[in-house]
């Protein structure tokens, strides 16, 4: 059994008259064998799945991860149920205490949001994209969170992935552990107003009041996976306003 791990072009908008010959491609990028899986990180709220291999032997080994970024519940419950099937065989041969590790990064998540000082209870928590209605700016990827006290888009980044300079300094993390960063936050009676796009039922505004009267209110632009996701992003924003 092996996993495959195949390459698919970057986050993009689809057309709606885009047909399956328009459909991507895909590639094996690299091969492992399933013996070779030392450990799963179930992301919070099952947003993502991130995968360690360990290749080698006793004298020489590499270690790979991979972050699965499913941005959907369901789907990610999905892939682990198939990997733990796939793994209980392998496990059983294995001797003891080299079984395959599965945990979650819940309390890494919390910790650097801060909930467990402010007290904050997380409502909602996906992956997504922040877009801009002006600019040439490419759409990022946010983490988006709802407490019962504040709404946050958050910079999400994981140990290696080339995109955090201060990498080199972070010692007591593994490749592939996730970091934090707060972009924008607002409290929840600030929050005026929150709207599906027309053309796209993945598309959903915020509007934020600004702290200062005498600015303007302005506008958080995202983007789900799917409209699912999005529905579920719009009725929990609801909830937490109520």
């Avoid at 992956?127 to 709404?151: C, M, N, P, Y």
Wanted: charged share 25%; hydrophobic share 40%.
């Amino acid at each position: 059994m092996t996993f495959i791990l195949t390459c698919l072009d970057t986050f993009d908008f689809f057309s709606i008259s885009q047909t399956f010959s328009d459909a991507y491609w895909p590639h094996a990028v690299i091969r492992h064998p399933l013996n070779c899986l030392r450990g799963i990180t179930i992301g919070f709220q099952f947003q993502r799945l991130i995968l360690r291999f360990c290749i080698g032997n006793a004298s020489s080994s590499f270690e790979y991860t991979y972050v699965i970024l499913t941005s959907n519940k369901l789907q990610t419950v999905s892939l682990l149920q198939k990997l733990q099937s796939l793994l209980a065989a392998i496990d059983s041969d294995r001797l003891p205490g080299l079984e395959t590790l599965i945990d979650n990064d819940d309390k890494t998540f919390l910790d650097e949001l801060g909930a467990p000082r402010s007290n904050e209870v997380v409502m909602h928590y996906s992956i997504l994209h922040q877009i801009w209605k002006r600019g040439d700016r490419e759409a990022s990827r946010r983490a988006f969170v709802i407490t019962d006290a504040r709404v946050y888009l958050l910079d999400e980044y994981y140990i290696g992935d080339g995109t955090n300079p201060n990498d080199d300094n972070e010692k007591r993390k593994k490749l592939g552990d996730v970091s934090f960063a707060i972009i924008d936050s607002a409290k929840l009676n600030r929050v005026t107003e929150v709207r599906a796009a027309n053309e796209d039922p993945r598309k959903i505004t915020l509007v934020i009041l600004p702290q200062n009267k005498l600015k303007r209110s302005h506008r958080w632009r995202l983007v789900c996976g799917d409209g699912e996701g999005a529905e579920r992003l719009i009725e929990d924003v609801r909830k937490a306003l109520a």
